[in-house]
């Protein structure tokens, strides 16, 4: 008998790198030994042409086209060919379901339709982050539209057998808002891990040194660096706030400040205002760095990662920092306090508390070399303990044991409804917040009224 069949489908895949896309590069080659895998994902081919998609063996890429001129901050709709999406669901032993846009969301509805056991692996509080992009009108309708999209995760994930999240605060997040899988209780933590050989320190002082001037910044004094996606809920203000206030009182030399991944135009636009001397290039002690396909290279180079986060859920880029020897500061969201040990290989501060913060990055600054050193080491063994193996083994076994689920066949009446109509009308508030977040922003910003 052969490998069983497992559908892997995600709305965020490379060359567009973020979170979703790491992890599941990261498990995909694990998951292969043990499934037969096919991969359901957007077409980012020609929008990232400098990126790569690695080729990975076992796993089979079944890409989708996005929707024309739709974008927000890098980020594209996936269209949805309900003729291919059913399909590969119909050809599946079981369905792996990353993020709930359009080929998430149908994939569930198609899989409930014709009996295929789901799982689904919830990587962020999608209600905030999507409720976050009507902030242009208002904290009145980002509470209305969180609480909508809430109601969207609510029928959707309760689709899965299983959901698996990064983290207990994750976990309490969902339970807090009623987000559970059809067979109740809480969704399953499952840690991530990382690659100890890529996200690796160098030698020491001199070759990180050495490092920074090949990436451009000045190589004698600490860097603090930020990588990741210039979205509302990274709190970039926090940090420029807080850095600002180091460089108002002892002068740029101090340290410098790179944000790492994405361009200008991705940045808030509340941000860049409030910023203006910073962003527009007048501020010798700021780099702003684009999307990277070798982000270790960066975290190679840096002395503080600091991650300022309203919400998380993987702080995947946390671990690889601690990985690479940086001393991580972060918010305590996610899984930051599980993986920080305040003043033993991190630090933690409130979400939006830049005094907290800039009074972190003040203290790091007034300590020994030897005291640094501490801090890093202890930041790699925290990294090192986590395995992307390990990760993959867990995911495999809760996945197995869906399988082992003996699932009623829906009556045809109800899989000809379910599959002719494949739940795009809940998706319509995220499409259109995502569309419309940039524009009405800038519309605001013409008409000078402050979003």
């Known amino acids: 008998m052969g490998k069983p069949r497992l559908l892997v489908v995600t709305d965020s895949y490379c060359p567009r790198?973020?979170?979703?896309?790491?992890?599941l590069v990261s498990i995909?080659?694990?998951?292969?030994?043990?499934?037969?895998?096919?991969?359901?994902?957007?077409?980012?081919?020609?929008?990232?042409?400098?990126?790569?998609?690695?080729?990975?063996?076992?796993?089979?890429?079944?890409?989708?086209?996005?929707?024309?001129?739709?974008?927000?901050?890098?980020?594209?709709?996936?269209?949805?060919?309900?003729?291919?999406?059913?399909?590969?669901?119909?050809?599946?032993?079981?369905?792996?379901?990353?993020t709930l846009a359009t080929l998430g969301s149908a994939v569930l509805t198609f899989a409930q339709a014709l009996g295929v056991p789901t799982c689904s692996f919830v990587h962020s509080e999608e209600w905030h982050v999507y409720g976050a992009?009507?902030?242009?009108?208002?904290?009145?309708?980002?509470?209305?539209?969180?609480?909508?999209?809430?109601?969207?995760?609510?029928?959707?994930?309760?689709?899965?057998?299983?959901?698996?999240?990064?983290?207990?605060?994750?976990?309490?997040?969902?339970?807090?808002?009623?987000?559970?899988?059809?067979?109740?209780g809480d969704a399953t933590v499952v840690n991530l891990g990382v690659d100890a050989k890529k996200?690796?320190?160098?030698?020491?002082?001199?070759?990180?040194?050495?490092?920074?001037?090949?990436?451009?910044?000045?190589?004698d004094i600490p860097l603090v660096m930020f990588l990741g996606r210039f979205s509302p809920e990274k709190k970039l203000d926090t940090l420029v706030q807080a850095v600002a206030g180091l460089w108002g009182e002892g002068g740029e030399g101090r340290l410098h400040l790179a944000i790492v991944g994405?361009?200008?135009?991705?940045?808030?636009?509340?941000?860049?205002e409030e910023f203006p001397s910073v962003f527009g290039g007048q501020c010798d002690g700021f780099s702003l760095v684009g999307q990277t396909d070798v982000p270790e290279r960066y975290l190679q180079a840096a002395d503080f990662f600091v991650l300022p986060s309203s919400t998380e859920c993987m702080n995947l880029s946390v671990i690889e920092a601690m990985a690479c020897g940086?001393?991580?500061?972060?918010?305590?969201?996610?899984?930051?306090?599980?993986i920080i040990r305040d003043g033993g290989n991190g630090y933690l501060v409130d979400v939006g508390d830049h005094g907290a913060l800039r009074g972190v990055l003040e203290g790091l600054l007034g300590k020994t070399e030897a005291e640094i050193d501490a801090l890093r080491g202890g930041a790699r063994a925290t990294a090192e303990s986590l395995s992307w193996v390990k990760t993959a083994e867990t995911i495999t076994t809760i996945l197995k044991d869906c399988m082992a689920v003996e699932l009623p066949r829906p009556s045809w009446l109800k899989r000809?409804?379910?599959?002719?109509?494949?739940?795009?009308?809940?998706?319509?508030?995220?499409?259109?917040?995502?569309?419309?977040?940039?524009?009405?922003?800038?519309?605001?910003?013409?008409?000078?009224?402050?979003?």
């Open 17 to 23: 790198w973020d979170g979703v896309a790491r992890v």
């Open 28 to 98: 995909l080659p694990t998951l292969a030994e043990h499934f037969q895998v096919r991969l359901l994902c957007p077409d980012y081919s020609k929008h990232f042409p400098e990126g790569e998609c690695p080729d990975i063996p076992g796993v089979t890429l079944v890409f989708s086209p996005l929707v024309p001129l739709i974008a927000w901050r890098g980020c594209r709709i996936p269209l949805l060919q309900p003729h291919v999406a059913r399909a590969e669901v119909e050809n599946a032993d079981i369905c792996f379901t990353h």
């Open 133 to 184: 992009q009507w902030r242009p009108f208002g904290e009145r309708v980002v509470k209305l539209m969180t609480n909508k999209w809430a109601e969207v995760c609510q029928r959707k994930y309760a689709k899965s057998l299983h959901l698996i999240v990064p983290s207990a605060t994750t976990q309490a997040a969902l339970r807090d808002y009623g987000v559970a899988p059809s067979r109740g």
């Open 199 to 219: 996200f690796a320190p160098l030698g020491g002082r001199e070759a990180r040194s050495a490092r920074k001037a090949e990436l451009g910044f000045p190589a």
């Open 262 to 272: 994405g361009k200008r135009e991705d940045i808030p636009a509340s941000i860049l």
């Open 326 to 338: 940086c001393v991580p500061v972060a918010t305590r969201v996610g899984a930051a306090p599980r």
């Open 416 to 451: 000809l409804l379910l599959v002719t109509v494949p739940g795009m009308l809940p998706m319509l508030p995220a499409i259109w917040a995502m569309a419309l977040g940039d524009s009405v922003q800038a519309l605001f910003k013409r008409l000078r009224i402050t979003s």
